[in-house]
């Protein structure tokens, strides 16, 4: 089996059987995110103490890039305080625009995504989750809907 098709499982899993895709009652920030050239939509819920975010989920529908990708971020920030969410994000775009190699260590399953890096016209969804997440947190502890449309 090549690595591509070993990433498309992987990305496809994460699409089918999301993770964290529910609503969050103690969530202290939320945001929602659209990408109109895809019709995918986002929105971050997360229960943020401490610096920490103790729990992250997300609802929306969209691409299987996007679900993928907002699933496997969820998973990758849990638990981590802010500080490191956010360095995860910047890597992850960095990532995106090929400018960081992505180690399994660091990224686990969203190495998977490294792939879209190809059809520029995805690269949007696969960061749409990443722009969620980092606007919702930006409103420092407010929950908060924003959408941008
Ligand atoms: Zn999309």
Known sequence: MALDDIYKEVILDHYKNPRNKRPLERATVSCTRNNPLCGDEITVLANVEDGTLREVAFQGAGCSISQASASMMTEAVAGRP???????????????????????ERFGDLVAL???VRYPIRIKCAVLAWDVLQESLAGDGEATATSIH
């Open 82 to 104: 802010v500080e490191e969410a956010l360095d995860l994000a910047a890597a992850f775009r960095g990532m995106m625009a090929g400018e960081v190699e992505p180690t399994e």
């Open 114 to 116: 490294k792939g879209v």
